[in-house]
Structures are given as C-alpha cells and as structure tokens.
C-alpha cells in the first residue's frame, strides 16, 4: 500500500447549499467527499443538527494541495459574502494515496 501528504479540506456550512457546493467540489477535480451533518454557534447564530434547510452540514475533501487551493479559491469568492460558512484545511497522511489528487 502507498501512502502519502494530502489535504483536508473541511467546508463546514448551510445544508441548503449541499447539492450545488458538492458538484462544485467534483467539477474541481476533487475523486470525492464525506457530508455528515453539523451543529454549533457562531456570529450568524446558533446552528441545529437537523437535516433541514435551517440546518448545517460538513463537507471534507481529502485531495492534493492544488485541488485544496482552487476549492478555498472557489469557495470564498462564491459562498462567503452569502452563507454561513467556514473552511479550513489540515495536512494529513493517508494511506492508498493514489486514490486522492
């Protein structure tokens, strides 16, 4: 088995973007993502763990760092003015790392 560096990237946001945001990140070139949903408070107020269009969701990314840079590119210039969102990103070492560009 190889292993390798990577990034994960963590998008953690309103569930009612899931769809489109998710096709956002393949059309990046991202081989895949997790969605589990999210609960939490921040300066847009406190978030509930429901899976409705009130609630929130976490995406992570595990993918190359050129992929991480062009979804924090994409991400911020498209969702952050209307969503509540963060994202953040982590080196991390993963084995099978060819499965992940």
């Not at 990237?9 to 070139?29: F, M, N, Q, R, S």
């Not at 763990?49 to 498209?78: L, N, P, Q, T, Y």
């Not at 991390?92 to 560009?101: G, M, P, Q, S, Y």
């Amino acid at each position: 088995m190889s292993s390798g560096n990577r990034k994960l990237v963590t998008i953690i946001t309103e569930a009612i973007i899931e769809t489109e945001l998710c096709a956002d990140i393949e059309e990046l070139g991202a081989s895949g993502f997790t969605v589990s949903n999210a609960r939490g408070s921040g300066s847009r107020g406190i978030r509930n763990a429901g899976w409705s269009a009130s609630s929130s969701i976490r995406i992570e990314v595990v993918c190359g760092e050129a992929i991480a840079a062009s979804i924090a590119r994409h991400v911020s210039d498209k969702y952050y003015d209307n969503y509540a969102m963060i994202l953040f990103e982590s080196d991390i070492k993963v084995i099978r790392a060819d499965k992940f560009t």
